[in-house]
Every structure is written in C-alpha cells, then in structure tokens.
C-alpha cells in the first residue's frame, strides 16, 4: 500500500500540519476485561510539550484502544489514521509488542516512528533500531516537540535532552491535555523527578541527575482539579514520597483541600523516614495506602544493592502507619545478589514475626536496562533471562531451583497466592434457549470498532475465515472448541492462524466435552504465538517447569472426577444439574479435582441472581465458578472482583 505521510515536511522544513499519535502498550492480560494499569500519563506529558506547536496535531490513542485490542486490530486501527509520526511509550512488558506493531505498520506505510521511554536505554538489545527511526534516552518532552518542528534531526537517530524546567514550570498534564482519570478511575500525581537513593537495581535514580520537586502550589492545584471532578484516588508517582523537602508543610495544605476524605491518596514511601507526626499528617491528608520497600533484611544483600536499612526505625515507621488507618503493602525481592536460601527466610520470619504481611509482594530480582545491577552482572557472578522481566536466573548464592522454592516458600509461609491463576469467564450463551452450534461469537465495541474477545472453532468454518476473523480480536481472546469435535488437526490450524496474526496477544482456547482430552504439546508446537512471551518470564514462578504461560488450555465437561491437569491447563465442571451447587458441593468438586465449575441452568434469572449474592461473600474460598449466560457471569464478576475489571468494556 502507498502511503500518506507528509513526506514534504521530512525533506524540507515548511508549514505543514503534521500528525502525531502517542501509544502506551499495556502489560499482557490473561483475563479479558480485566484492569491493566495502562494509563498513557508520559504520552499526556509530551501532548502538553507539544501544545505551542500549530503546525502539529498530538493525539493520545486512547486507554480503551491500546489496554484491550490484540496485535493485528491494533495494527489496523493505527494504519486506518495513517499519523505521519508515531510514539510509543516503551517499558519491559510492552517492548517486543512495540516492536512488532512498528515492522507491521511499516509493511503498510511508512511513518516516522519514535520510541521513549524506561526501556530505551544504550545497553538494550532488545531495542532494534532497525524498526524505530529516532530514539530518545531519558526525558523527552523537549525533544519531542523538537522531532514536530525540525525534521533535520531525525537524522540522528537519537537524542537526549534535560526538561527539568519544563517540568517544573508545567501544571499537572490532566490540567492540560486529553487525560482523565481512566479506566481505573485513579489520577496520577507526578510531583518529583528523578531519586535521591541510588539503589542498584532501579533505574529512578539513573533517569536524571538529582531529583526535582514541582512546587507546592502545583500539586495543590492538581488535587483541587480532581475535588472539583469527583475523582476518588490519586497515585503520587513519588518514588518516595519523603524524600519531597516540605513535605509536612504540604500535607496540611492537602488535608485543608481534602478535609472530607473525598480523595483516597496512595503513594511508595521509606518506613524508616516515617515517625509519629509524618504519620498523622499523611493520615489527615487522607493517604490510605503506602508501598514500603523492605527488600531484604540480609545486610549483604542491602551492602550489594546500595541501601541502607534500619530494622527498628522500619518497624516504628511500618506500625505508625498501621495505627492510624493506613494500610501498608510490604515488598521483598528474591534473588538479590549476596542473598542466599537462608537469608531470604530470615527476611520471612522478620516478616512474620512482626505482622507485616498485611499486604505482601514477592517479586524476583528484574536486572533492568540501565541499572548498576545490570552493569555489573558478569562482575557478581549473575546470571538473568536476556528477554523482559530480565528475571535473574541464578547467582553465585541462590541457584535456579533455589530462587523457584523460594518463591514457593514464600507463599506457603506468608499464606498467600502470589501468582494465581486467572480468573474464570466461560459464559457464551446470549439467550436463554441458545445452542453452541447456532451461537454466534461474542464481540464488544471499542472506541467505535466491533472486535472479538470469544470465537467458535468450528469445522465448517474456512481458513480464510479464520484469517479474517483473527485480525479482530481482542487482548486477550478466547478460541471456543463445541462439544464433540473431533477436530484435533483443524483447532491445530486455527491456532497457529490466530497466534501467527496476533504472536504477541495471550489467549484461551476452551474444549466443551472434548472427545478425547488435547493434546497440549502438538496445540502449543502448532502455536506462533511469542516465544518467550512476557508472560513466560513474568509467571515463570507459577509452575515448576518452564515454559507456556501465555496460552490458557480449558477443558469444560460434566464429568464428576477431573482428568485435565497440567502447567497453564484446568479442568473445569460443567454443572447442568436441576438446582444450583451448594458449597459442599462445590467442595466436593474441588476434591475431585476441579479448577472450576461452569453454572448452565434453565432456572429464572432472578433465581441465579440471588444464589450470587448469597456466595459471593464465600468467593474467595471457592474453586473459580463461571455462568454460561453471559449476564449473569458479568454480574458475579462485578461483585467478587469489581475492583479489577473495567465494565465499561461490556457496555
């Protein structure tokens, strides 16, 4: 195809409108509908940099768009606007999707593409600039309104540029540009550049020379903006929010503001910089919840990452917190060099011992782009995976299986599931009396374009069906096998269709009554999705063994003993019995087996409706319980996990 870019002003510097469009990737969902996080706050941040310019059009693709389409509808939806300038925002769970979204807008036309963000960094590999014609290292509000006027320096390839007074003197990006406060409902807060910490494994401190503090009044003006719009939370993007000079002095001004508590307040803060006062005033100012980074109570492991830790003042500033209301989610990393099997169970104890496992993160040490840690691998002896999350795979203290039963340990310990499996949506039934062979596929409308998040597999359906169909899904999808097909090759073709059209967008494909169970293997080696996808590395604690974790497999039967089990496969109950399941019912399955039960009665809506409300609050309890009408499986997600999907999506 032949493009339409403004090919004039790249040859010549003359007034022409130049159209740019401004993605964020979100981080890969298993479950469909569910909350990503993908607020585009650096795209906002540029928009507003950019607003001076008249000759230019800054548009952000929208959080709906970029959070819930898989790769080639996305693809399609970009090349349809044909901007003459695209940017992505790039971070370790979007950079691979980044780069294959930019070679197939390529194959179509021919934009100039920019990239920015944490990821792009000098000791990246994985930024293949052959895909990417300018990149921009730290910063990059001036160089992006200086890439819209002076199209000379595209030929550089690359360029860093300090916009510490821009950012200064710059209000909130919700003030000024097209940013709301999402799907999520939550306003991010950017009232700090950069970190006064230098902690080895974080890339904040690197990102600038010493931090900077936008001014009192701008935050306050920020908060009365989201007062004014009934907004109920705000995330300060502080990588410590103590480390602000003043900050006292502007939390009473926030308490004067929000003196109501209308504003939930989150933020990540040091415990040990937290004393009695600090705590009342961050109480009155209405913070309800900090992330406090414990990291390791190993004083070698501390020594390696370069950060200091006090166990008394942490614990005084933990219960501080506690005390008066807030709730405080506690972080230890696993596989942190000088750390060791033993050390990380002094960390568990020192955790149990003093209840601070209120909330707890166990992550696995990440060796980022751009960090000491990553600088000085080969020099502690460690080894990590060379694809996103870069988990470390071994260090001379902890060997691979070690950091896998570490996580393993943690969750037994802390009596918690620290990566669970997602949760359960089979509904596909849109009217009481329909059939799977006449069903039709389930679709949802994004930003005005009809998209597929549940497709039939069915045997008289094409191939070039299938291709065509498979440009139109959604992130993530479902693949929906009916009841007794014997179609093992066919499902096999489809998959590889899907997958090689959407290689980097993770789905589910659901066997109803298999005649014979699937074979995972030939399905995952017929199968082009991403390998190692994001997904692989970021739930490779999950199961014992590496591999797939990015392709969901679900077998559906009424069988009333399970026999479908594996690394990312679950057997779910088909419950078409006359009444609706006890608990000990559900019980009884979950003995035999079972991952799940799929609901698919005659009964009155009313009837099913009621049974919901009165098992919801037992949920958590429970094997995962799906419906086959499609309604009444929204409505249960609504209310045992309302807080984690995005609705609107549906409506």
Known sequence: MSGTVNVAYFQKNVPLMIHALLIQLPVPQLNFGHQTGNTPFAAACLHQAAAHIKDAHVEILSQMT???????????????RRP????????????????????????????????????????????????????????????????????????????????????????????????????????????????????????????????????????????????????????????????????????????????????SLISEIRADAVDGELADLLAAAGFSWFEIGLQSTNPKALAQMRRKSDGDRFLKGFRALKKRGITTAVDLIVGLPGDDWHGFDKTLQFVLDHHLHEEIQVFPLSILPGTEFRRDAKRLGVTYEKKPPYSVIKTPTFSNTELLEAMAHAEKRLDVALYPMPSLDLSWRTRDESRMDTEADLSVVVDGHRVLNKVWLRPERSMADLVRLSRLVTQPYQLLVPPLVDASEYVARALSIFTATNPHTPLELVFFEPQ????????????????????????????????????????????????????????????????????????????????????????????????????????????????????????????????????????
Request: charged residues 25%; glycine residues 6%; contains cysteine.
């Open 84 to 263: 003459d300038i695209i940017g992505f925002t790039v971070y370790m769970w979007n950079i691979e999707r980044v780069s294959h979204l930019a070679r197939e807008i390529k194959v179509h036309y021919t934009p100039k593409i920019v990239v920015g963000g944490p990821e792009v960094t000098e000791d990246n590999r994985l930024l293949d600039k052959q895909c990417f014609d300018f990149r921009v290292y730290g910063e990059g509000e001036r160089i992006f309104a200086k890439l819209l006027q002076s199209p000379d320096l595209w030929a550089l390839g690359s360029a860093t540029e300090d916009a510490g007074t821009l950012f200064m003197e710059s209000p909130s990006p919700y003030l000024s540009a097209p940013l709301d406060p999402g799907i999520e409902k939550t306003m991010l807060l950017e009232t700090m550049r950069g970190c006064p910490y230098a902690c080895a494994y974080c890339y904040y401190s690197k990102s600038r020379r010493g931090p900077l503090f936008k001014e009192d009044r701008r935050v306050l003006a920020a908060i009365q903006w989201a007062l004014d719009r009934d907004v109920k939370e705000i995330y300060f993007l502080d990588p410590s929010l103590n480390a602000r000079p003043g900050l006292k002095s502007l939390l009473k001004e926030i308490a004067v503001l929000n003196k109501n508590r209308r504003l």
């Open 516 to 651: 014979r169970m699937p074979a995972v293997r030939r399905l995952l080696e017929a199968s082009r999705i991403e390998r190692p996808h994001y997904l692989d590395g970021h739930l490779r604690p999950l199961f014992d063994q590496a591999g797939n974790r990015s392709i969901i497999f679900t077998v559906v039967t009424d069988e009333m003993k399970a026999r479908f089990a594996g690394p990312m496969q679950r057997h779910i109950h088909w419950w078409r019995q006359s009444a609706l399941p006890s608990v000990e019912s559900i019980h009884g399955l979950e003995n035999q087996g079972f991952d799940g039960v799929l609901i698919d009665l005659p009964l009155a809506k009313d009837h099913q409706r009621r049974w919901q409300d009165d098992m919801a609050p037992l949920a958590d309890d429970l094997i995962h319980i799906s419906f086959a009408r499609v309604e009444l499986c929204i409505r249960w997600l609504r209310k045992i996990a309302g807080k984690d999907y995005c609705f609107d999506i549906w409506s």
């Open 66 to 80: 970029s959070s819930y389409m898989g790769d080639a509808a996305l693809v399609d939806t970009i090349v349809t």
